[in-house]
């Protein structure tokens, strides 16, 4: 059930949740339904075009990339999982990171290079029992990929907030208070206030900024690659939210 709500409040499952309404509904209730159909069909539009993402980013993608000299004063640098590809081809049938967490492991592993800094990469199993962690996931493709070793894995965590929870229990026993934290731009802002309530100090290392796209007559021409932004968008926006709500 609670899968089920994650995704209708998403586009592009909310939009046809719309538009089935309204279908259902046209008999009974036209103008409620022409409404519901309508709504359904130019948001789903409007996600698909790159002005949604412009707005969408607005008070989501506000930190800047440090310089070299701020970044080196974290103890740690702080990489957050972001989900798995199980059973994937290209890695003998294994499971191995996502897009996301490998884009966020090619950023942290060029601000360790320059910085010299430790990595901590977090998260879990998410329910998989009997599979590897995301950390151990990312471990693994942090070696293969960029011959770096993490110097500590955090195994247990599910969510944004436990990614926190969980590592400050590692950070603290290392005594680190300093950390760099490595994740898409759209998502720290979420993810900082959740180490700061533990007492860190976290220096942004913003990666995945929103492409907007260019202007003119294309620009109106919808893309799934824009409504796959704007999910991300209107994801964090929701996760924002329930965060603060629950705080």
């Known amino acids: 059930m609670i899968t089920f709500l994650k995704f209708a409040v998403l586009p592009p499952f909310a939009n046809i949740l719309l538009v089935t309404a309204g279908l ?3 008999r009974r ?3 409620i339904g022409w409404w519901l159909i309508a709504l359904g069909a130019i948001t789903l539009y409007l996600l698909s075009i790159p002005t949604a993402q412009s707005v969408l980013s607005i008070g989501l993608e506000d930190h800047p990339v440090p310089s070299v000299e701020e970044a080196s004063r974290a103890q740690a640098i702080v990489v957050l999982g972001g989900g798995r590809e199980t059973d994937a081809p290209h890695w003998d049938g294994q499971d191995t990171v996502a897009e996301a967490p490998l884009a966020r492991l090619a950023e942290a592993a060029r601000w360790h290079r320059r910085t010299g800094s430790p ?3 977090t998260g879990g199993r998410n329910g998989m029992e009997d599979a590897e962690s995301e ?5 693994r493709m942090l070696d293969e990929a960029f011959n770096i070793q993490p110097k500590w894995l955090e195994h247990e965590s599910r969510d944004t907030r436990e990614n926190a929870e969980f590592s400050a229990r590692i950070l603290n026993a ?3 208070d300093t950390i760099l934290l490595v994740t898409h731009a759209a998502h720290l802002t979420r993810a900082i206030p959740e180490f700061e309530r533990l007492g860190f100090e976290v220096i942004p290392a913003p990666m995945g900024f929103t492409h907007t796209g260019g202007s003119g007559e294309l620009s109106l021409l919808p893309r799934a690659y824009y409504l796959q932004q704007s999910t991300r968008l209107v994801y964090e926006h929701i996760g924002r ?5 629950t705080r």
Not at 241 to 245: P, R
């Open 241 to 245: 939210l329930y965060y603060w709500l």
């Open 29 to 31: 209730l036209p103008r």
């Open 119 to 121: 990595l901590l990469l």
């Open 135 to 139: 950390a151990q996931l990312m471990a």
């Open 174 to 176: 290392g005594n680190v």
């Open 24 to 26: 259902l509904l046209i």
